[in-house]
C-alpha cells in the first residue's frame, strides 16, 4: 500500500462539509489577534495566562505530555456545546503528531463504533509502513521522529554523509539495532514519558522552516546512489531499465562498488535505506507543518495550555558539538580517502571513454538499437517480435540475390541475441551464439559493428561468468578461420568485450589469444584490430606481473611491417600502455629507462652501421610517451591540490601542445577534463617561474636524469645520418613544446650539457669530436624552433651565426651546420632566417666565413622559391664571385651550379651562365687548379638535369676544352685529378640524350683526350673509356646510314623525318625534368 501521508489536512474534507459554518483560518496564528473560544470552554485558560503557544514536534518527543489530559481533551470535544467544537480531525492529527499512538488507536477504535470513520487514523492505521521495526540508529540531536520512524536533518540533504553509511558497520551495529528496538518499545507500549515542555524551542523552531535549498550534487554522490538505483532495479526485475541506465552511466562499473570511490563498505539497498530513513519532507505547497500538517490556527487557542519555552541544558548543547564533531571526523576520513583513490585512480573517465571509443558500435540505426537492448521479459519479447518481424518478413520473400540474404542475416541478429539470453538449456544457448558468430561468411565493417553491439550487449545483460564461458569459446573456434572478416571479428571481439570478462580471464586467455593472433595473422587490418583491442586490454588490466608481457607486445608491434599497425600502436596501445604503467608508478621509472637503454645498446653496436629502423622504433614509443610524462609531472606537483575548478579559468592556447595522433595523446584527456589541465598549467608555469622545483620529484627526474641521457645519446649520433637527425628534432620539438616554454627558457636552452662542446668550439681539437655529431642540428632545429616568436627567431639566428663562425674559424667540418640547414630549409618559414644568416656570413670580414656561407647557399637554393632566389641569392652570390680572395669566389661555384639546375627564369639563368663563362675564359683563373676541379664536378653532377640547351652549348664544349688542356699538364697529380675528375662528369653525361653535331663535335673528342690521360694514368679507367668512346661511334655511324639510306626514297625520307620529329618532340617534352632524361638513356655496362 502506497505511503500516505497522516497529517494532510485534505482528508477531513468530509468532515468539513458536514460544519459548513465552521472555518479554519490556518494562515493566522494566535498573535495575529485571532480571537479565542467562547468563556465557556473548559480548555480555556485563565484570564491572566499567557497567549496559547501550539507546541510544535522536536527531536526527541515522548508518547505523552505533563499538565494536560489529551483523552480528556477529546472526551470534552467531543461532548462540548456545537459553539465551542473541536474538529475531531484536528484532535487526531494533534495526537499522531504528538505520538499518542494508543491514544489515537482509541480514539479510532471509538469513532468506528459510532460509525464516524476518519480518514486520516483509517490511512495511518491501515499503512504497516509506520510500525515497522527500524534498523538504522536511533535519532540524534538534528532528526525528528516522525510517525514513520526517525527523519534524516535536513540541513545536509544532498550530501552522502547524510546516508551516512559508516553507520553500518560492523563495529556500530549491534549497538545501533539496541537503542532502535528500545525506542521502538518506548513508542508502542507508551512506556516511557518525556514532558513536551524539555522539547527545546530551537528544535521545535526547526520544523516550522522551509526546507533548505539543496546543494548540487557530488560527482561521488552521484556514483554511489547510481550503483544503488542500478542495485535495485536488478533486484526487482526490471533488467531493462537497468541495461538502459548502464548505458547512460558507461563510465560506471556495476559490478564493483570499489568501482564508486568511497572507501567505505557497501550500505544496503534502497529499500533498507527509504525504510531506515523515514518519509521525505513534505512539499511546503501543500503543507504547513513540517510534521503535522497542522497550523496553530486549526485549534482554538485555549484547548492547550502553554507552558514557557525552556533553554536547552549544558548536556543538551554538549551533545550537539560532540555529534557535529563526530561528522567532521567522518568528512576529513572520507576527504582523506578520496584522495588517496584519485592518486590511485588508474583512467579518467574521459579517458576511458576515449579509449573504448576504439570499439566501433552500432547504436545509431534502427536495427542498432534494436541489437543494444535485449528483451528481459515475456512482454518485452512480444513487443521486439513485433518490432522486428515486420523488417525481417519481406526480406524473407525477396531473398534472392547474397545482399538481400546479408540484410536478412543482420535482422536476425536481435532474435539470436534474445533467445541466447533468455534460454534456460546451455547446450541451446552455445547453438545459438554459434550462429551469431557464423551467420554472415564474411561480414563487412557495419555487419561486424552490428554483431559486436549485441555482443556487447549480451555481456551487459548476462554478467562475466557467461560471457567467458559461452561467447568467448565463440572467439576461440574463429581464430584461425580461412576468412580474414571473421578473424577480424575475434579480434575486434576481445576489445569490445574486454569491460565485461572477468579480470583473471583478462590478463591470461584473451592476452595470449590477442598475443598469438599479433603474431602469426597474416592480415594487416586483422593485426591492426589486435593491436587497438590489445590497448583495451591494457586499460583495464591490473596484474603487474603482465608488465613485461605488455612492454615485449609494444615492442613486437612496433616492429610490424605496416604502417596502420605502427600506427595503431601510436594511437591506441602506447596510451593505454602508459596509463597503466602511471598507476603502477613504473612509467619514469621503468618504462622510459627501458626504452633508453635500448637506443644506448644500438649505438654502441652501430659503429660498423646504425640500424636506423630500430632507433626510429625506439625514439618514436618514446615520443608518444612524452604526453602521458607530462601529466604525471602535473598530477605529482606540489600544488596538485590547489587546483581549483572554480572562478575564471582561461582557455588553453590552440597551439599550447603539439597535435596529438590521437584523443588518447591528448593531455586533456589524460588529465580528465580540459578545465582541470587549465587550472594546472597556470599553477605549473607560476610554480616553475616563482618557485622552482623543489619537492618535485617527477619533474627532478626529468630534469636530472632524463635529459642528460637524451642529450648524451644526441652526442653519440653521426652527424651524417639525416634519418636521425631528423627523428631526434621532431622529439625535441615535441619534448619542449609539451612542457612549455617557460621550462624551455629555463631547463633547456640553458642546459650545460647543450653548450658544454658549444664553449670549446674555438679550440679545434677540443671540438670537432662535438661537431661531427648531431648536438648542433637537433638543438639547432629540435629545441631552438619550438616557439617561434621575434625573441626566440633573435635566438635562432645568433645561434647560426655563431656555430658558422666558429666552424670557420676552427676550419671543422662542417657537416653539422650543413645537417641544420638541410633541416630547417625543408619548412619554407625558416628561408629568410637562413638567408638572415648567411648574410651574415657574406659581410663577414674572415674569409673563412665568407666561404663557408657560399658553401650553404647550395644547400638553400633548392627549396627556396625563385623570387627570393632572384632577389636574395643570386645577389649575394654574385657579390662572393668578385671577393678579393680566390677560395670565396671559388665557393660560389657549387651554388651557381644548383640555380643551373633548378631555376627555369632565362634571365636568371643567364646571369648565371655568364658568371661560369667568366670563371672559364678569364685569363686570372686559367692556372687555378682548384677552380677547374670545382666546375667540373658541378658539371658533372648538375649536367643531367640541366636544361638541354645549358648543357649542349656550354657544359659539353667547356669540358672538351678542359680535357684538352689537361693532356698539356705539367704537374702529373693535377693532371690525374683532372682526369678523375672528368671521367666522373663524362660518365653522368653519357646516359644523356646528345645530338649528333654536339657528339661529333664536343663528347667524343672529349672522351678522346681523356682516354689519352688514362692509358698513361691509370689503365682500368682506359679500358671503359674506349667502351664508351666505340658505342658512341657505332651510334654515329648507325645515324650516317640512316641519313644515306634516306637520300634514295622521298617517301623513306619523308617517312624518317616524321618518325625523327616524333622522337624529338617526346624529348622536348621531357626536358622539364633533367632526371627523365637521365633515366631514359642508360648506359649499357
Known sequence: MASVNPFNLSDSEEEAERRPNETVDTERSPSDGAPGPPPGNPFSPPADAEPPTLLLSSNRTSPSGEGISVSAAATSAMAGSTEARVSVDVIAAQLLRDQYILTALEFHTELLEAGRELP?????????????????????????????????????????????????????????????????????????????????????????????????????????????????????????????????????????????????????????????????????????????????????????????????????????VQELEYQISLLNNEKQSLAEQIKKLKLSPVFQQALLSFCRMCSDSRLGAEVSRIADSEESVMLMLGRC??????????????????????????????????????????????????????????????????????????????????????????????????????????????PYLPKEIRSSLVLSMLQQMLAEDKADMVREAVVKSLGIIMGYIDDPDKYSQGFELMLLSLGDPSERVVSAVHQVFIPAFAAWTTELGTLHTALIPSLLARIEKLLNQGEHGLDEHKLHV?????????????????????????????????????????????????????????????????????????????????????????????????????????????????????FCRTFGKIFTNTKVYSFDLFYSGFILLSDASAGNGILTKATVPIYATGVLTCYNQEEDRKLLVGFLEDVMTTLSLSHAPLDSLKASFVELGANPVYHELLLTVLWYGVVHTSALVRCTAAR?????????????????????????????????????????????????QKELLERVKMQLASFLEDPQYQDQHSLHMEIIRTFGRVGPNAEPRFRDEFVLPHLHKLALANNSQPTESKRIDIATQLFEAYSALSCCFISEEVMVNHFLPGLRCLRADMEQLSPEHEVILSSMIKECEIK??????????????????????????????????????????????????
Not at 884 to 899: H, K
Open 618 to 734: 625506439f625514439l618514436s614509443a618514446l615520443q608518444s610517451l612524452i604526453p602521458p610524462l607530462f601529466a604525471v609531472v602535473l598530477q605529482n606537483a606540489p600544488f596538485t591540490s590547489r587546483a581549483k575548478l572554480h572562478g575564471d579559468i582561461p582557455a588553453i592556447e590552440v597551439t599550447r601542445f603539439p597535435r596529438p595522433a590521437s584523443p588518447l595523446q591528448d593531455v586533456a584527456t589524460i588529465i580528465g577534463s580540459r578545465e582541470m589541465l587549465s587550472a594546472l598549467l597556470l599553477l605549473y608555469d607560476h610554480q616553475l617561474e616563482h618557485e622552482g622545483t623543489t619537492g618535485w620529484d617527477s619533474l627532478l627526474w626529468v630534469v636530472n636524469q632524463l635529459l642528460p641521457q637524451l642529450i648524451d645519446i644526441v652526442g653519440r649520433i653521426n652527424v651524417t645520418s639525416s634519418t636521425c637527425v631528423h627523428e631526434f628534432s621532431r622529439f625535441f620539438w615535441r
Open 856 to 904: 650553404m647557399f647550395e644547400l638553400l637554393v633548392k627549396g627556396v622559391n625563385e623570387t627570393l632566389v632572384a632577389q636574395r641569392v643570386v645577389p649575394a652570390l654574385i657579390t662572393l664571385s668578385s671577393d678579393p680572395e680566390i677560395s670565396v669566389r671559388i665557393s660560389t661555384i657549387p651554388a651557381f651550379g644548383t640555380i643551373m639546375e633548378t631555376v627555369t
Open 1036 to 1085: 654515329v655511324e648507325n645515324r650516317g646510314m640512316s641519313d644515306a639510306q634516306g637520300s634514295m626514297s622521298i617517301a623513306s625520307s619523308l617517312v624518317g623525318e616524321d618518325a625523327k620529329t616524333k622522337f624529338l618532340s617526346k624529348m622536348g617534352q621531357l626536358t622539364t625534368s633533367g632526371a627523365m632524361l637521365a633515366n631514359v638513356f642508360q648506359r649499357k655496362k
Open 120 to 320: 486520516r487514523l483509517r490511512d495511518y492505521f491501515s499503512n504497516p509502513g509506520n510500525f515497522e521495526r527500524q534498523s538504522g540508529t536511533p535519532p540524534a540531536k538534528d532528526q525528528v521522529l516522525g510517525p514513520g520512524g526517525p527523519l534524516n536533518r535536513a540541513g545536509s540533504i544532498s550530501t552522502l554523509d547524510s546516508l551516512d553509511f559508516a553507520r553500518y558497520s560492523d563495529d556500530g551495529n549491534r549497538e545501533s539495532d539496541e537503542r532502535v528496538a528500545g525506542k521502538m518499545n518506548h513508542i508502542y507500549r507508551a512506556q516511557s514519558k518525556r514532558p513536551e515542555s524539555e522539547v527545546p524551542s530551537q528544535e521545535r523552531k526547526n520544523f516550522k522552516s522551509s526546507p533548505e535549498i539543496q546543494e548540487p550534487i557530488r560527482p561521488l554522490e552521484k556514483r554511489a546512489l547510481n550503483f544503488l538505483v542500478n542495485e535495485y532495479l536488478l533486484k526487482n526485475e526490471y533488467k531493462l531499465s537497468s541495461i538502459t541506465f548502464s548505458d547512460e552511466n558507461d563510465d560506471q562499473d556495476f559490478e564493483l562498488w570499489d568501482d564508486v570511490g568511497l572507501n567505505i563498505p557497501k550500505p544496503p539497498d534502497l529499500l533498507q535505506l527509504y525504510r531506515n530513513c523515514g518519509t521525505p519532507l513534505p512539499s511546503p505547497r501543500d503543507m504547513v507543518d513540517v510534521s503535522v500538517g497542522v497550523d496553530f490556527g486549526d485549534l482554538p487557542g485555549n484547548c492547550i495550555a502553554q507552558e514557557p519555552p525552556k533553554k536547552p541544558d549544558l548536556s543538551q548543547q554538549t551533545e550537539v
Open 389 to 498: 518481424l515486420p523488417h525481417i518478413v519481406p526480406n524473407v520473400l525477396l531473398a534472392k540475390r547474397e545482399r538481400m540474404v546479408a540484410h536478412l542475416c543482420q535482422e536476425l541478429i536481435p532474435l539470436i541475441l534474445c533467445t541466447a539470453c533468455l534460454h534456460p538449456e546451455p547446450k541451446e544457448r552455445d547453438q545459438l551464439l554459434h550462429i551469431l558468430f557464423n551467420l554472415i561468411k564474411r561480414p563487412d565493417d557495419e555487419q561486424r559493428q552490428m554483431i559486436l553491439t549485441g555482443c556487447v550487449a549480451f555481456a551487459r545483460h548476462v554478467g562475466p561468468t557467461r560471457v567467458e564461458a559461452e561467447l568467448l569459446p565463440q572467439c576461440w573456434e574463429q581464430i584461425n578461420h580461412k576468412y580474414p572478416e571473421r578473424r577480424l571479428l575475434v579480434a575486434e571481439s576481445c576489445g569490445a568485450l574486454a
